[in-house]
Antibody, heavy 121, light 107 residues
């Protein structure tokens, strides 16, 4: 059974940093592109970032480019999101989501349960 | 960036109703469109991918159609467990984008 378990969400001050993790199991992690998607309270879904299975290719949404870094450790089956220079508008539940292989021309077939990031003084 | 416009944004319907949600893309995306369902406090769940392929385990009352810029999600007979918010998502090009969502509530 595929499982994606996010952690690391917390209350952080504006300008601060936070690292989220997503522990994966039940599939061949290194063969699977992974994403972060976020959702502010009462709002819709916003794609944040994607990383290829081997970690060589990453892409970001415009709102986080230059501030967030996606990475992965295939030896630990874990996905990360390093978030720097956090702003109030980054406050959201952050989900990790996998694709069956690559993501472009494909789909997100499994999602984690999410972790809450709150940016506030 | 490709914009996805869902309509309606809110829908009130009764159990047994046929429900159709539309998603329009700002440019052609072939059939690289997915639909997901989200219930309050829960993660999204994939329903449809490649515009019309029903994900394994999803009830057959859900169907999708469309190509290019116009897509639809249809629920043939609304069930109590279908009251939720539905999102379309394009996977044609980066940045990947979602529609604004359609909330389906009980009439």
């Amino acid at each position: 059974e595929v499982q994606l378990l996010e952690s690391g969400g917390d209350l952080v001050q504006p300008g601060g940093s936070l690292r989220l993790s997503c522990a994966a199991s039940g599939f061949t992690f290194s063969s699977t592109a992974m994403n972060w998607v976020r959702q502010a309270q009462g709002e819709g879904l916003e794609w944040v970032s994607v990383i290829s299975g081997n970690g060589d290719t990453t892409k970001y949404g415009d709102s986080v480019k230059g501030r967030f870094t996606i990475s992965r450790d295939n030896s630990r089956d874990t996905l990360y999101l390093q978030m720097n220079s956090l702003r109030a508008e980054d406050t959201a539940v952050y989900y990790c989501a996998k694709c069956p292989g690559s993501c472009q021309y494909n789909y997100f077939d499994n999602w984690g349960q999410g972790t809450l990031v709150t940016v506030s003084s | 960036d490709i914009q996805l416009t869902q309509s309606p944004s809110f829908l009130s319907a009764s159990v047994g109703d046929r429900v159709t949600i539309t998603c329009r893309a700002s440019q052609g995306i072939s059939s690289y469109l997915a639909w997901c369902q989200q219930k309050p406090g829960k993660a999204p769940k994939l329903l449809i991918y490649a515009a019309s392929t029903v994900q394994s385990g999803v009830p057959s009352r859900f169907s999708g159609s469309g190509f290019g810029t116009e897509f639809t999600l249809t629920i043939s007979s609304l069930q109590p467990e279908d009251f939720a918010t539905y999102y379309c998502q394009q996977l044609d090009s980066y940045p990947l984008t979602f529609g604004g969502g359609t909330k389906v509530e009980i009439k």
